[in-house]
């Protein structure tokens, strides 16, 4: 049986098998999370996959992703956070896919949904995608079944879930 983890970047990786459209960020909720881990191997599955992927620290390398990003030649998986204003670290991320990861822990949906109200204040985001990690399934689906009704009702955003798939055999 697979792990959870795996599971987890598996529907990562199956939101981004559509269309390539470039630009993905990825804003964790949890402090002590393996975000890097998470993005590392979501980006080999992808080149794995044929895919040519540019992991960038939004922080560490600004002028590069806007490179990458103008030239639309590949797909760009953005490690980021909000800065101390709410804001993205660059204005063209809002324009890409936005993943928002948390855990099923109460301080991390929290957090989450301060992420999820800061991007439609201050980015004007419509939709964002969740990712529940380091909770089963079950769990993962009442996260984001709760979320996706706070951000819907209070906030007016669309929040799609990226969850594991149930195995189908033992």
Known sequence: MASLRTDQAEGLRRLRSGPL???????????????PALMQRLAASMRRRGHEVLLVD?????????????GERMRVLVDAQLDEHGRLPLPQL??????????????????AYQILRLLK??????????????????????????????ASRYLGLAVRSIVPQESSHV
């Open 94 to 111: 809002s324009e890409g896919e936005l993943v928002v990861q948390l855990s099923g822990s109460p301080d991390s949906i929290r957090s």
């Open 21 to 35: 459209r470039g630009l993905c960020t990825v804003l964790s909720a949890d402090r002590d999370g393996d975000k």
């Open 58 to 70: 939004a922080a560490d390398a600004p002028a590069q992703l806007l490179q990458q990003v103008g």
């Open 121 to 150: 204040e201050q980015c004007g985001c419509d939709s964002v995608a969740l990712l529940v990690t380091d909770a089963d399934p079950l769990q993962a689906r009442r996260v984001h079944a709760n979320l996706f009704h706070a």
